[in-house]
């Protein structure tokens, strides 16, 4: 089996999180700023259930397509789950915590990966924009 993109993996990650309700969904392209990944998924739920929740459904997505996880930390307290999976590299916070770590500051000269239009159709069915 062809080896699979990392913009895949990461566009699967934040799908499966959307899938879960997750919030803030966000893809930071890594390749220029970070030497061991290439994408990093930042996404945000409301709750260690929810957390764990997100997680297990990417943890899944990610193996539906043949890319097993290397790595999984911070699942038992479920406040900040990372779910590393090499080219791509997942964190799973509670906002709170998103928050204080500020993730999108601290990687600011990280481009942003533009989010399929179900991404846009998902948002407007939840506000009704």
Do not use: C
Not at 53 to 71: G, R
Not at 83 to 112: C, M, S, T
């Amino acid at each position: 089996m062809p080896r699979l993109s990392a913009k895949k993996m990461a566009l699967a990650a934040a799908i499966a999180a959307l899938d879960k309700k997750a919030e803030d969904i966000l893809i930071l392209d890594m390749k220029k700023t970070h030497p061991v990944t290439d994408y990093f998924v930042v996404v945000s739920g409301n709750s260690t259930t929810h957390l764990k929740a997100i997680a297990d459904a990417i943890i899944e997505a990610e193996e539906k397509i043949n890319v097993p996880e290397k790595k999984v930390e911070g699942k038992d307290s479920a406040t900040w789950i990372l779910l590393d999976f090499g080219q791509v590299v997942v964190h799973v916070f509670q906002e709170e915590i998103r928050r204080k770590y500020n993730l999108e500051e601290l990687w600011i000269n990280a481009p942003e990966l533009p989010l399929p239009d179900e991404f846009a159709e998902n948002k407007k069915l939840e506000t009704g924009k």
